[in-house]
């Protein structure tokens, strides 16, 4: 058993339990019963997707998701104060 | 699939590497099992932390390792991302803690502790100075 494979199968372990996680989030996003529960589920899948994709990177050995992951966590950080502040307010943009 | 890249890095990499990786996501995964599981939304609001703290850190640290050998110097732009989500991340719990416990209040709902909930005020006839109770600790 080389190393290669035991890093591949770490990567692949990685990538399933990451979708897995993801599809745990959008089954709160998709039951939650009230509104700031589907917030958290959507915060939580908007952080599987960034770590899905640094893992496919290191997979693939290219710098290029680096950015792709970066931007969705930023993304994810505005996303979800604006649903809080949306939740307490009634609006966004006073 | 080709593990022809993979097997370029040497064990003293891959293992740390592989450790971490597994470590990282396994975390993640037992966060949003316990995000999905757990009962009232104040217990669920304490489950995805654990994948933003030693989740994310864990990836990006064996992500960290493989793209140092890979680049042969120390490449450490993934650390920006690990120190975005340290910050941001009680930004959004608080965010997100403050309007569920609001809407909790303004509905009346019983997933709150009873010394949470705002109490009615006083009827008119009552001393004004005790027409609002002192509310309790957040």
Do not use: N
Not at chain 1, 39 to 59: E, N, Q
Not at chain 2, 10 to 34: E, H, K, N, R, Y
Request: net charge neutral; glycine share 8%.
């Amino acid at each position: 058993m080389t190393t290669g494979l035991i890093l591949w199968l770490a990567l692949t372990w990685a990538q399933i339990a990451l979708a897995l996680a993801a599809c745990f989030s959008c089954l709160r996003l998709f039951k939650g019963p009230r509104a700031q529960d589907r917030v958290i589920g959507l915060d939580t899948l908007y952080f599987c997707a960034m770590l899905m994709l640094v893992v496919t990177g290191a997979r693939l050995g290219t710098p290029f998701f680096y950015e792709a992951s970066m931007v969705v966590g930023v993304v994810g950080f505005v996303a979800t104060v604006t649903a809080a502040k949306f939740l307490i307010r009634g609006e966004v943009i006073e | 699939m080709s593990t022809t890249y993979l097997e370029t890095f040497p064990w003293w990499i891959a293992l740390p590497a592989a450790f971490f990786m597994v470590v990282g996501s396994t975390l993640a995964l037992l966060g949003t099992i316990g995000l999905w599981q757990l009962k009232s939304f104040y217990d669920r609001l304490h489950a995805p932390t654990l994948v933003s703290s030693w989740g994310a850190a864990a990836i990006l640290i064996g992500s960290v390792l493989l793209f140092s050998w890979g680049g042969s110097r120390l490449v450490i732009h993934e650390l920006v991302i690990g120190v975005f989500l340290l910050v941001t991340t009680p930004i959004t719990l608080m965010m997100v803690g403050r309007a569920a416990l609001y809407r909790d209040r303004v509905a009346g709902s019983r997933e709150l502790p009873e010394h949470l909930h705002l109490h009615e005020p006083a009827p008119p006839e009552a001393a004004p100075a005790a027409a609002l109770p002192e509310r309790k600790a957040d």
